[in-house]
């Protein structure tokens, strides 16, 4: 019956994980201008694709599986595991009723959900085909990498490193790509004054924005409870632990967001509020299955205050254009989750430490080359006359609202 359990609960998981990847797409289409609305979704749907069939090509072989071959360096005297070893195009999986295929079958769906992080920063400026080249990229070397180092044995696993739902290998490597996107492509036109102010560019459709958050919490509840118990052989019984952590933390973020928009502008922004939503979800993921409900509640206040304020740091005093608040929403609240799981949880802060350096020291230099790489060959930013025209029109030749006039701001596009 515990057997059955699994399985049961499992199967309910893969099959609400895509409202994940769904609600992401939604918010990072709202979050953008009604002119690129149709390219931000259909960018999406090709992002997924190309990630989820890296996967299959590269992906399972770098990530590999705990127990599986492996690469190992002798370094101080100790054997440190790097990197899978399984075949390219998973050709040596074990047969069927094995562990391995449900870290594969993981592995697909989550590199779909990782590579719709950076899009987010990239939004109203980065070209389908670079997009997707940059979510193969991810899907099929940076992703599994980082995976197999936290979860599958890997020597940050050996140090003590410690993250259950996926705080790092999911919001961290997603969000360290979206800073480097970001840097990579600049500011949207029009987006700052002459005199480097930041102006504000309001999404196009609140709606889609808040629908997104919540289709997505079940898919996030999902994410964590797979991760937990395929990677860390947490009991099924937990998994409503592990969701009730969830649901309150992405609460109390809303809320703390929302409270700190109306103390700073009068009134409470929805944008900020979805965005604190969704820290709260990155944040209690590193210790949602240890997390009681109370410290949970903690960790997504603090996520909550934390988001809005990362992103108006990151557009006034670093000049950083992320339309999507990817950067803020995943990375920061990330991050903040492996501290918190250190400080209510118990792991060991010098691992935690030791994670979150990899993050900023290898993650992000890792993807901002390799993208930087793609766009000798792809350019990633959009040619000026696309940007004031639209992505919609531009590349996909149609709008995603054809009967009706979208402002088009020459104004502010002409500086």
Known sequence: MQAALFFAVLIVCFLLTPLAIAGTALINTGLGRSRNAAH?????????????VA??????????????????????????????????????????NSPALLVA?????????????????????????????????????????????????????????????????????????????AWLLGARRGKYTSDGMPLAVPGHHAI?????????????????????????????????????????????AALAAAAITRIRFGKPDASLTANGWVAGIAAVSAGCGSFSAVAAIIVGLCAGVLAPLSVE??????????????????AVGGIW?????????????ISQLIGIATLLGCVLPLSYGLNKVIDRALPFRVSKEGERQGMDLYELGAGAYP??????????LAQ
Not at 403 to 412: A, C, G, I, L, Q
Request: proline content about 4%.
């Open 105 to 181: 079958l993981f592995g697909i769906l989550t590199a779909g959900l990782v590579a719709q992080i950076p899009l987010g920063a990239g939004a109203e400026r980065c070209r389908l085909a670079a997009a997707c080249a940059s979510a193969a990229l991810m899907g099929g070397v940076i992703y599994p990498l980082f995976l197999h180092w936290a979860w599958n044995g890997g020597w940050l696993e050996q140090f003590g490193f410690a993250d259950i739902g996926g705080a790092s290998v999911i919001h961290g490597v997603g969000g360290m790509a979206a800073l480097g996107v």
């Open 55 to 96: 996967w299959v090509v590269t992906g399972q072989a770098i990530a590999g599986w705990n127990g599986g071959p492996a690469g190992t360096l002798k370094l101080g005297g100790q054997t440190w595991n790097w990197i899978g070893a399984s075949g390219l195009f998973m050709t040596r999986l074990p047969a069927a």
């Open 313 to 330: 740091l990151l557009e006034l005093r670093l000049k950083i254009d992320d339309p999507g608040g990817s950067v803020s929403v995943h």
């Open 337 to 349: 989750g492996l501290i918190a799981f250190s400080i209510l949880a118990g792991p060991p802060v």
């Open 403 to 412: 009967e009706f006039m979208t402002h088009t701001d020459d104004h502010r």
């Open 40 to 52: 931000a979704m259909f960018t999406s749907m090709c992002a997924m694709g190309s990630a989820a």
């Open 208 to 252: 889609f924005v808040l629908f997104g958050c919540l289709i997505s919490l079940p898919g996030w509840i999902a994410v964590n409870v797979t991760a937990a118990m395929l990677f860390h052989a947490i009991d099924p019984g937990r998994a409503v632990i592990i969701a009730t952590n969830i649901v309150v933390a992405a609460a109390a």
